[in-house]
């Protein structure tokens, strides 16, 4: 990037965070990863419920069919989205490594 236009996107963040300084803390990199975190663990939460319910309705169809029909089908389907919404949090392979490079540029992060 030229310096011409790490300037102007210089201009451009301290202008965002002097205009609204609650939304410019919501775009940091540590608010990402609260999110990211806090996705994560509905997704793992649901993910249980979903086997719970599952497990539940194998245990009920054979005294009530239709509710335990609805449960397998809706714990399957809360497993899956549950499966789903990991794996699009998961992070990109790198991604973390090289926000911390960017952040703590001349310092080494080899382990």
């Not at 608010?31 to 249980?48: K, N, P, Q, Y």
């Not at 009920?60 to 389907?77: E, R």
């Not at 392979?93 to 490079?101: K, M």
Request: aromatic fraction near 6%; proline fraction near 3%.
């Amino acid at each position: 990037m030229s310096r011409d236009e790490q300037r102007v996107l210089d201009e451009i963040e301290t202008g965002l965070r002097a205009d609204d300084p609650a939304f410019a803390a919501k775009l940091t990199v540590e608010a990402a990863a609260s999110d990211r975190r806090r996705r994560l663990g509905l997704a793992h939460g649901c993910l249980w419920l979903g086997m719970f319910m599952a497990l539940a309705g194998f245990a009920l169809v054979h005294q009530v069919l239709a509710a335990g029909v609805l449960f397998i089908l809706y714990g399957t389907g809360s497993m899956i989205s549950a499966l789903l919404a990991m794996c699009q949090l998961r992070p990109v392979n790198g991604l973390q490594q090289r926000v911390w490079r960017a952040e703590h540029p001349g310092q080494d992060n080899s382990e």
